[in-house]
T-cell receptor, first 113, second 110 residues
Framework: DVKVTQSSRYLVKRTGEKVFLECVQD?????MFWYRQDPGLGLRLIYF???????EKGDIPEGYSVSREKKERFSLILESASTNQTSMYLC????????????FGEGSRLTVL | QKEVEQDPGPLSVPEGAIVSLNCTYS??????FMWYRQYSRKGPELLMY????GNKEDGRFTAQVDKSSKYISLFIRDSQPSDSATYLC??????????FGDGTTLTVKP
């Protein structure tokens, strides 16, 4: 079974802190994604990557950056956390770029005070 | 205007009922259509996947796509309490990015 592991299930941070969310997948998938999920807004794509050291902006990249140094690992970075970044963050991976079948991690619930 | 609109819910039905979950979309370039199920405090998991117009059945679940009307549905027959979850429709093009609906929360009461 594909496994996508997010390192932290629950985090509480203060405004202005730097936050790292780590994601690792174990199925040699080429493609990795970061979404945030908010009530009434659904899943919104923050960044994605189709290859190591490659990244592309999604629909809401402002305030975020990403790092993909190894194929299996995709990190989301909040350089200076703000209260409006309080959300559920979901990492996903896929093998086929064109099919859209995504495998999700269990999510990281971030609260910024 | 959102590219994908999903019936908002929440939906509450008795055990054994037939459930219909629905989404409409505006982007005619969408080529594949999916339904994900998300249990509370978990990530979404793929439930159904289809490319073409028509029906696809998997056990108690049927996914229906009508490309001419830009409308997709998920039907659940003989619903069970274990079906209680949030259901997300998603669709995309071969560029590889999926666009999601906001989700419909379903509760099946014993």
């Amino acid at each position: 079974d594909v496994k996508v592991t997010q390192s932290s299930r629950y985090l509480v941070k203060r405004t202005g802190e730097k936050v790292f969310l780590e994601c690792v997948q174990d199925m040699d998938h080429e493609n990795m994604f970061w979404y945030r999920q908010d009530p009434g807004l659904g899943l919104r794509l923050i960044y994605f990557s189709y290859d190591v050291k490659m990244k592309e902006k999604g629909d809401i990249p402002e305030g975020y950056s990403v790092s993909r140094e190894k194929k299996e690992r995709f990190s989301l970075i909040l350089e200076s956390a703000s209260t409006n970044q309080t959300s559920m963050y979901l990492c996903a991976s896929s093998y086929h770029r064109g099919t859209g079948e995504l495998f999700f991690g269990e999510g990281s619930r971030l609260t910024v005070l | 205007q959102k590219e994908v609109e999903q019936d908002p819910g929440p939906l509450s039905v008795p055990e054994g009922a037939i459930v219909s979950l629905n989404c409409t979309y505006s982007n005619s370039a969408f080529q594949y259509f999916m339904w994900y199920r998300q249990y509370s405090r978990k990530g979404p998991e793929l439930l159904m996947y289809t490319y073409s117009s028509g029906n696809k059945e998997d056990g108690r679940f049927t996914a229906q796509v009508d490309k001419s009307s830009k409308y997709i549905s998920l039907f659940i027959r003989d619903s069970q309490p274990s079906d209680s979850a949030t259901y997300l429709c998603a669709m995309g093009t071969n560029a590889g990015k999926s666009t999601f609906g906001d989700g419909t929360t379903l509760t099946v009461k014993p």
